[in-house]
């Protein structure tokens, strides 16, 4: 993998991060449904502007039916991993939602007959021993209100990773912007109907944060689709545990959220299974 590839990925994870803290922020007046399906709906125009700036060819029969097949696991994705950040803080959900790295890794392995060497397992241990240390103050009932949070986060991380290991099939052929548009678009039309029924009106402002999740999605997707389709889904993976430095600064910075000293002694733990599995 080149440092090109990592720092698309890592980009885009940054981006990303910064779009879970917008629409974190904007689920504390909204509907949950209607936060879900504003982000969406602005990422589709957003992907619409980027199909009308770079043109790319018409896609194919097998790519829209492997697109289409992503719109139900985009939304299951999103939807869980949104709700647990409007319940955790924006670090502890996006720390759990690290054990997607170990599925993609597996699934690479099972799926993508990608090479899996004694270093990727290794850091799949060292991955799961890290999400252990995290998640055990809350199983333990140490921090009260959360266990809904904490079981969505995680049932994030293995929809999440379901929906790499298709995305790396399609990213192999397909356009990055016609993979977006589909996974904005998708998403927006399946929700449009259950956001409408608790729908509430909105300022300007409000658009406008909406606007910007749009544009932070399709900007970290489209950089995430372009390095997935450069190197394999096991080598980009622990890449995302770049979140946490992220999720920490925004959750502080925003929310006033300081994360459980748990969650970076957990963190202790990934970091060196991603340093081992980097040094192959």
């Not at 991060?17 to 602005?42: E, G, N």
């Not at 060292?126 to 009260?144: D, E």
């Not at 409000?206 to 910007?212: I, K, Q, S, T, W």
């Not at 748990?262 to 040094?279: D, F, H, K, P, W």
């Amino acid at each position: 993998m080149s440092w090109g590839t990592a720092l698309r990925a890592i980009l885009g994870i940054a981006l990303l991060t910064l779009m879970d803290a917008v629409i974190k922020a904007q689920m504390l007046q909204h509907p949950f449904l209607v936060a879900l399906f504003m982000r969406f709906a602005m990422g589709g125009l957003c992907a619409l502007a980027v199909l009308a700036l770079v043109r790319p060819s018409l896609p194919t029969r097998d790519s829209v039916i492997g697109n289409l097949a992503r719109v139900p696991v985009v939304v299951v994705t999103a939807g869980s991993f949104f709700y647990s950040i409007s319940v955790l803080p924006l670090a502890e959900a996006l720390t759990l939602s690290f054990l997607a790295p170990v599925f993609v890794a597996l699934m690479g392995a099972l799926l993508l007959k990608e090479r899996f060497d004694g270093r990727i397992l290794q850091a799949l241990l060292f991955g799961v021993a890290g999400m252990l240390i995290m998640v055990w103050p809350r199983l333990q009932g140490q921090v009260s209100g959360a266990g809904l949070g904490v079981a969505a986060a995680l049932f994030s991380a293995l929809s999440y990773a379901f929906n790499l290991i298709l995305l790396r099939r399609i990213a192999l052929k397909e356009h990055p912007a016609i993979i977006v548009a589909f996974q904005n678009l998708g998403p927006a039309l399946c929700l449009a109907i259950p956001a409408a029924l608790v729908f509430v009106p909105m300022t300007a402002a409000d658009v406008a944060a909406y606007g910007l999740a749009g544009a932070l999605g399709v900007g970290g997707h489209l950089l995430l689709t372009s390095a997935f389709a450069r190197a394999p889904a096991s080598r980009l993976a622990p890449l995302e545990y770049t979140a946490l430095i992220w999720a920490s600064l925004l959750g502080y910075v925003m929310f006033a959220e300081v994360p459980l000293i748990t969650t970076y002694a957990g963190a202790v733990l990934i970091v060196a299974g991603a340093v081992a599995v980097s040094r192959r």
